[in-house]
């Protein structure tokens, strides 16, 4: 979706009928002066899991990142402006 022009016309300027960063701008919206990143509300809210169990008794469960970094597993970094609203970028 990020390469692709899923949304034709939100995207940014000066030309918003190209592809963008969907995780990152997650709809910008419309642009104008006052809100150059776009007016969308949307953002981003990570949530992780991990899998429990084994074969028929295999679950998820859902876990915050210091658990998983306690379990010694490593969470991806992700841009900390994916979890901010275009609007208010």
């Not at 002066?33 to 809210?45: E, L, S, Y």
């Not at 859902?62 to 970028?89: C, F, L, Q, W």
Request: proline share 11%; hydrophobic share 30%; charged share 20%.
């Amino acid at each position: 979706m990020s390469t692709r022009n899923v949304n034709p016309g939100f995207g940014m300027h000066p030309n918003p009928d190209q592809p963008y960063d969907v995780f990152l701008w997650k709809g910008g919206g419309l642009q104008s002066d006052a809100f150059p990143f776009g007016t969308c509300k949307h953002f981003w809210v990570r949530e992780m899991y991990r899998k429990i169990g084994t074969g028929k008794n295999t679950a998820a469960q859902p876990s915050t990142p210091a658990e998983v970094r306690k379990a010694g597993e490593i969470a991806p970094t992700n841009n900390p402006k994916a979890y901010i609203a275009p609007h208010d970028m």
